[in-house]
């Protein structure tokens, strides 16, 4: 079956560090894959996303890129803000037959900013 | 106003008590999805409809029962739950039921806590 697999957390920086989260995957066929973010209190919102192997999912300064070879899909940004602290989740997801709509998550990355 | 709305967004139960969680989604999609966050363990889909049909139950016990009486509204009825049922409860929704391309919306959660 499928699986994420996200660095162990948490992950502690200072404002202006780089950051990059690991994420690799196993699954069947072609996925597409998902970074969300949860921020303390609210739902998941949607990072970015990519949808086939070689495409750059962008937002916020954050950016991933699918790599099917190394099954990776990691998460990057040059310099992070403490408004960037929250809890990050590795997702991917097939669509089409009986598995359209179910995404299969990582167990998520905490990441705290300190000014 | 959010495009996926949940109420309430924190219940306390008693084991023997029935509850529900409502989800209502202004965002004109045609199915929706229950997700489990529990403490140290990844998201967990639990339910999907499309077009008001369940399409997917993934192996969840019975004192959680879904109901989807349109597109717009998703509801999970709780009955004689377990302390370990204790999470955070997800809905989310998407067009047409993909994942290529259809991004999933997530709600704010509620928050249950049996006791």
């Known amino acids: 079956g499928d699986s994420v697999t996200q660095m162990e957390g948490p992950v502690t920086l200072s404002e202006e560090a780089c950051l990059t989260i690991n994420c690799t995957y196993t699954a069947t066929g072609y996925p597409s894959l998902f970074w969300y973010v949860q921020y303390p209190g609210e739902g998941l919102q949607l990072l970015l996303k990519?949808?086939?192997?070689?495409d750059k999912g962008s937002n916020k300064g954050f950016e991933a890129t699918y790599r099917k070879e190394t099954t990776s899909f990691h998460l990057e940004k040059g310099s992070v803000q403490v408004s960037d602290s929250a809890v990050y989740f590795c997702a991917l997801g097939h669509a089409g037959g009986t598995s359209y709509g179910k995404l299969t998550f990582g167990q998520g990355t905490i990441l705290t900013v300190h000014p | 106003e959010t495009g996926v709305t949940q109420t309430p967004r924190h219940l306390v139960m008693g084991m023997t008590n029935k509850k529900s969680l409502k989800c209502e989604q202004h965002l004109g999609h045609n199915a929706m999805y229950w997700y489990k966050q529990s403490a140290k363990k990844p998201l967990e889909l639990m339910f999907v409809y499309n077009f008001k049909e369940q399409t997917e139950n993934n192996s969840v016990p019975s004192r959680f029962s879904p109901e989807c009486p349109n597109s717009s509204h998703l509801f999970l009825h709780l009955h004689t739950l377990q302390p370990e049922d204790s999470a955070l409860y997800l809905c989310a929704s998407s067009q047409e039921g993909g994942v290529r391309g259809n991004t999933i919306y997530f709600g704010e959660g509620s928050w249950l806590t049996v006791v």
């Open positions: 990519a949808t086939k192997a070689d």
